[in-house]
């Protein structure tokens, strides 16, 4: 079900709020950065994002073609989204961390479907050969 949500950083310093329906997919993957934060996203539109506060303590970090711009607390380390542009995912957009994600009860977290990717390969549309540390 589609509906909004905040999230946080850990020191809260970092606030947003989404409009996203958790139930059409989350995923993990096994590229260099991904897997070392084992971050768990959901892709959402940049229209349906809003930064609510942190602009200030928002560090970013790119690498590669630097298409992706990685972002995390400068005070607690916390990476609660990062932003990129891609017309296959409908031009700008936010990965937004899900572990970020405020008032969600941990049967709902338990339940929500995750899409392993092989980023690793630079092949999002499959699965990587061994997931379970994703
Ligand atoms: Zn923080």
């Given amino acids: 079900m589609r509906r909004t949500y905040t999230g946080s950083c850990h020191c809260g310093a970092v606030r947003f709020e989404a409009d996203l329906d ?3 997919g989350t ?8 897997v070392r934060g084992r971050f768990w996203k959901a892709i959402v539109p ?6 609510l ?5 928002l560090s970013e970090y790119r ?13 607690c380390g916390v990476k609660p989204f990062g932003r990129g542009e891609m017309p296959e ?9 899900v572990a ?27 699965a990587p050969a061994f997931t379970s540390y994703l």
């Fill in 89 to 97: 995912l409908g031009g700008v957009f936010h990965a937004v961390n």
């Fill in 53 to 57: 506060g942190g602009e200030d303590a």
């Fill in 27 to 34: 995923s993990r993957c096994n590229c260099s950065i991904c």
């Fill in 100 to 126: 970020c994600l405020e008032g969600i009860d941990p049967r709902e977290l338990d339940a929500l479907a995750v899409e392993p990717q092989d980023g690793r390969e630079d092949r999002q549309d499959r």
């Fill in 46 to 51: 940049d229209e349906d994002f809003r930064l």
């Fill in 63 to 75: 690498f590669g073609s630097g298409a992706i711009r990685h972002r995390f607390c400068s005070r």
């Fill in 22 to 24: 958790l139930e059409l």
